[in-house]
């Protein structure tokens, strides 16, 4: 059984399959498929060798190796359904983070034509006015689902400039503690303005399942 690094490991993921351990799932049928949607891999058997198995596949068909770290990612989530809601869009921003410069800028385009997507989410973030009274709360509250969607936005959301081309109203952008640009050209006006001349500049036209890496790591 492929290893894999404790670093990629996560503890929803190691309860998931201490959970299937105890309700007794014996059996898992997973397939990678490619940006065509045509199955690259079949994995079945024991789920936890099935997962072992089939992550280096994905990581190959998914992996974007970058020389260098980012001053600017473009980003899209990948048009509808990928950026329905913010829970669902988000995971473009999370996979742009590991590539970009400390304070660097994302520009994140995201419909989100359904809104947050999650009421725990959206109820949870309402009461904070910034994403650094999220990370403090987060350290001590009990995990619900949901309210780690805004942990993940802070969290990325204090490592660089986020500027948001979204159709998700004002005020509900502002709950969100989403910085809401107007238009794709107002938010690259934004970021160009202080972009250094030796900049180094990504465009991710379906973030959320591509994983930009380092070449060095």
Same mark, same amino acid.
């Given at each position: 059984m492929p290893k894999l690094k404790?670093?990629?490991?996560?503890?929803v993921y190691l309860d998931c399959e201490e959970i299937g351990k105890i309700i007794g799932v014996h059996c898992a049928l997973n397939s990678v498929i490619d940006e065509h949607k045509q199955i690259?891999?079949?994995?079945a058997g024991d789920p936890i060798a099935v997962m072992r198995a089939g992550t280096p596949l994905a990581?190959?068909?998914?992996?974007?190796?970058?020389?260098?770290?980012?001053?600017?990612?473009?980003?899209?989530?990948?048009?509808?359904?990928?950026?329905?809601?913010v829970y669902q869009a988000q995971k473009a921003v999370g996979h742009s983070i590991p590539v970009m410069k400390h304070g660097g800028t994302i520009v994140w385009v995201a419909a989100c034509p359904e809104g947050?997507?999650?009421?725990?989410?959206?109820?949870?973030?309402?009461?904070?006015?910034?994403?650094?009274?999220?990370?403090?709360?987060?350290?001590s509250a009990p995990f619900q689902l949901g309210k780690h969607k805004a942990w993940q936005?802070? =969290? #990325? /959301?204090?490592?660089?400039?986020?500027?948001?081309?979204?159709?998700?109203? &004002?005020? *509900?952008?502002?709950?969100?503690?989403?910085?809401?640009?107007?238009?794709?050209?107002?938010?690259?006006?934004?970021?160009?303005?202080?972009?250094? =001349? #030796? /900049?180094?500049?990504?465009?991710?036209?379906?973030?959320?399942?591509?994983? &930009?890496? *380092?070449?060095?790591?």
């Open positions: 404790t670093a990629e490991l996560n503890s690259v891999g079949v994995f990581l190959d068909v998914y992996r974007v190796n970058v020389a260098a770290r980012l001053n600017l990612m473009i980003v899209s989530a990948g048009g509808h359904p990928k950026d329905i809601n947050a997507g999650s009421k725990m989410y959206e109820e949870y973030v309402a009461q904070f006015s910034s994403h650094e009274a999220v990370i403090e709360h987060f350290k936005i802070a =969290r #990325d /959301a204090t490592q660089v400039r986020l500027l948001m081309v979204t159709d998700l109203s &004002p005020d *509900l952008a502002r709950k969100l503690l989403l910085p809401r640009v107007e238009s794709l050209d107002a938010a690259l006006a934004v970021a160009l303005r202080d972009l250094p =001349r #030796d /900049a180094c500049v990504g465009i991710m036209p379906v973030g959320n399942v591509t994983v &930009p890496m *380092l070449r060095d790591t």
